[in-house]
DNA sequence: TCAAACCTTCACATTGATGTGACGGTCAAC
DNA sequence: GTTGACCGTCACATCAATGTGAAGGTTTGA
């Protein structure tokens, strides 16, 4: 698959592609006249990079993480260095702080929905 | 309470907390000498911009979303346009992706450092 | 053979969230 | 009354994620 037809099933620019190859994120083989050609799977690849992005995480740790989450895994178990396990657990630790934080003020918006709509406020309503 | 006590309180930087007034999000009263005073109740709210922030949410959305999450509600039913709802809706729904994304990656990472560390791996690892 | 639709690299522009420093006023302590 | 730690504004710098366009090669089809 080339630049293009990735692009289009991703949702993201052919110069986001280029940009995510230049940051290490995804990698093309090339074809004989120089064309990026891309294996299927990078579909789903750029899906999640786009989702990570979206979330608030920059390229580098996104670069870091990747290889981690393959399965069958790229990185074997001696391959991980200590500071490579530290910096897994501090992102673990900053993901679930975001989610927590995003969590929270999406029931908050999603109560107020409610009560502006005059539904039957949700469960989370106990207090006012 | 000064910009300074704030920044130290909320680990921002004053630099961070004018330019969240410039951006609309926060407001702060001035002493007769025109330095800023903050309502105590200014931390938590600096604590949980940083959260959005940081969770990949620009200034422009947050501005429109914090008047929404205040309890007691300081824009009450008549005040919402359905441009605003729409906006919420589409947000919440946005908040949503952002989590599970997030929360999909995080588990990744928690169940790959299981298997590093030789834990016994988490229920999440019913496949494999 | 020409045009359209791909692709390449290079490079400059922009936007949002920040850092940093200049220049000056205020205030408290010594 | 001077020094140091605050504060103010203004402005320029930076970094990451993007947009955009130039200049040129390739492929496909009329």
């Given at each position: 698959m080339r630049i293009g037809e990735l692009a289009e099933r991703t949702g993201t620019s052919r110069r986001l592609l280029r940009y995510y190859e230049e940051q290490g994120l995804i990698v093309s083989a090339r074809c004989a006249n120089g064309y990026r050609d891309y294996d299927p799977r990078f579909v789903d690849r750029v899906i999640q990079i786009r989702g990570l992005l979206d979330a608030g995480l920059p390229t580098r740790i996104i670069k870091q993480i990747l290889p981690c989450l393959d399965k069958p895994r790229?990185?074997?178990?001696?391959?991980?260095t200590p500071e490579m396990l530290a910096t897994l657990e501090r992102e673990r630790d900053r993901m679930t702080e975001r989610i927590t934080c995003l969590t929270r003020n999406r029931d908050a918006i999603a109560e107020y929905l409610d009560v502006v709509r005059g539904d039957a406020p949700s469960a989370a309503d106990a207090a006012s």
């Open positions: 790229s990185i074997h178990f001696p391959d991980a």
